[in-house]
């Protein structure tokens, strides 16, 4: 990325947002990313001609970092030339998309549900680099908030999200179930469910159908049963008070800890990619209502989460 300026740069501080888009710059597979849009873009031959597919989506991708509506969308871009370069809308008489050019790409990406091929492109590239082995999945999910207010045309609460219990306290919203590699912790499968949906009831959703072993945490109990998720060998935390009542002086209860505590060991990577969506990307309420807008949006993120937990080896090959 060049850098900014009008002829100079008064800066020689590098931010970590500058950091930031630098590395997902070199890791994000652009070209093909806009193959899969590009079918699908409009090809107007009458008016002023559209911005560039890469542009869009360049600026669709700013936003789920960030977590910009359309309209801050179109004001980040007016007010951060670090946007506008990421973009490459950084020349002096360029004109920059509104907020509803901004909203039409994102439906567009809606109406032919690309998040989902954006999600297996990248998938298919970290399996080409050798980062995805696919040999076991591990299993879990997330509960994501929903705003619960009535204040609304409607009256009500968005009627697709659910209230559910975690512990003692009530959440509404709903739950974005993943299945991620055992050795790379990568995603390569999400579904999203209303948040009253039980874990065990999507396990064999999350399966990709060539691992020998699958992991869950003990809310997965009794999954071996089900025909869905049959293939794989299962290995399940045990239940939080059986666990407790362990005697680790009696031999086959130390046996039983030390096997629940490497479970746990590999189970642990399922959590890197909530993490990264909660946490890095700042994600931790859905921007709209119903599920079918929100999967989107949660699909998109976890495909940008890959690249991100695997910029550094993605990285180094590239070098």
Known sequence: MKQLGFGFNLSTKKTRKREFLEEMEHVVPWGVLVQVVDPYYSKAKTGRPPFPVETMLRIHYLQQWFGLSDPAMEEALHDVPLYREFARLDGATERLPDETTILRFRHLLEKHNLAVDMLRVVNDLLGYKGLMLRSGTAVDATLI?????????????DPEMKQSKKGNNYYFGMKAHIGVDMA??????????PGNVSDINMA????????????GDAGYQGVHKRPEAAG?????AMRPGKRRLLNPFIEPDF??????KMKASIRAKVEHPFRVLKRQ??????RYRGLFKNTGQIVTLFALANLWMARKQLLETRG
Do not use: C
Request: charged fraction near 20%; charge should be negative; proline fraction near 4%.
């Open 255 to 260: 046996i039983a800890e030390r096997a629940e």
């Open 281 to 286: 990307f700042g994600f931790t309420k859905v």
């Open 204 to 215: 064999g959703a999350l399966l990709h159908g060539d691992e020998e072993v699958a992991f």
């Open 184 to 193: 790379s912790g990568l995603v390569h499968t999400v579904v999203t469910t």
């Open 232 to 236: 794989p060998t299962w290995h399940v």
């Open 145 to 157: 908030a929903a705003p619960s207010s009535t204040k609304n045309i409607e009256g009500e609460r």
